[in-house]
């Protein structure tokens, strides 16, 4: 911008909030003198920028300004629609509303994923998720890169989205994922989605845990944490008694984690919901029993010989 040329550039104080799509206007009012500290801005609204009357004559109304900020990708959160520990889409938010027609699948790509479709919602919003084709691992705790690899996305005003890259951030909560022990023994593995820590931070404790007798006998409790450290995935319990063939499946026994103990190294709580204990049956236990006492039997009788 030259001195004394057709142009006047308006400079505003930042919002708070997102808004490359804000609506504007201004209108020029009379006055004897300008300086810029006489400027008043106007958002959407009645006001005045005073100028001299030399400026030629002013609009009696408000004259709206074209919007011609380019909007930008803030945030993207991953997703685990279904709750199977996988994530399966990412959310995307944009600093205005967006024009749905102007985007497509195939101009996305997630490290490590496929970009199957996409989710809309409300039409032309400012939101769009990702979905995604699921891994075949947990895995609640991906911060996948998000990257736009297109050229059309853009806002209700035609202007090209500007953000192309962005780091995912571990929106999904971790989830037990199995429960296994095994008969005649007391050991207990729980299996989770991705690491975890106890709320308070560290180690998951017994009462982290709730437990409960489906099968009315056998383990009734769990009495320990024999490998607390869940950052890998998983810990190990001990009951409080030998499991029977009954406090597995269906109908047997189950274990949930208590509410708000557990959560991932992103702050995401652990879900509550219960999942049932599965183990080697006490057939199949028995049958590995008998295997190794007759091997021992027949290495004491070579012994012997």
């Not at 008694?241 to 597995?248: G, H």
């Not at 879900?271 to 199949?284: L, M, N, R, Y």
Request: glycine share 10%; with cysteine; charged share 15%.
């Amino acid at each position: 911008m030259d001195l004394n040329d057709q142009y006047m550039f308006l400079n505003f104080a930042e919002s708070v909030n997102y808004d490359t799509g804000v609506s504007l206007s201004f209108r020029f009012g009379t006055a004897p003198s300008v300086t810029p500290e006489d400027w008043t801005g106007v958002g959407g609204s009645s006001g005045n920028f005073r100028s001299t009357g030399t400026w030629g004559t002013a609009p009696s109304s408000n004259v709206a300004l074209v919007d011609k900020a380019q909007p930008i990708l803030y945030q993207a959160s991953t997703m685990d629609v279904d709750g199977d520990g996988q994530i399966d889409a990412i959310r995307l938010k944009f600093s205005e509303a967006m024009s749905d027609s102007t985007n497509a699948a195939s101009d996305w790509t997630v490290s490590s994923y496929t970009v199957s479709s996409l989710s809309r919602g409300t039409a032309n919003d400012d939101t769009v998720d990702l979905i995604l084709t699921e891994k075949s691992s947990p895995d609640t705790g991906a911060t996948p890169t998000v990257k736009y690899i297109g050229s059309t996305f853009a806002d209700l005003h035609s202007n090209i989205l500007y953000t192309k890259s962005i780091v995912a951030q571990d929106a999904v909560a971790p989830r037990i994922l199995t429960a296994t022990g095994t008969a005649f023994q007391t050991t207990l593995v729980i299996q989770f989605s991705e690491g975890v820590i106890a709320t308070g931070g560290g180690n998951l404790a017994v009462s982290s845990f709730s437990y409960t007798d489906g099968a009315n006998g056998g383990v009734t409790s769990i009495a320990s944490l024999t490998q607390p450290n869940g950052a890998g995935g998983s810990v190990t319990a001990a009951a409080n008694t030998l499991f029977a063939n009954s406090d597995f499946g269906v109908n047997g026994d189950s274990v949930a984690a208590v509410s708000n103990a557990i959560k991932d190294n992103a702050g995401n709580v652990c879900g509550t919901e219960a999942v049932k204990i599965i183990g080697i049956s006490g057939a199949v236990a028995s049958a590995i029993f008998n295997v190794w006492f007759c091997f021992a039997m027949i290495t004491i009788a070579v012994l012997a010989l």
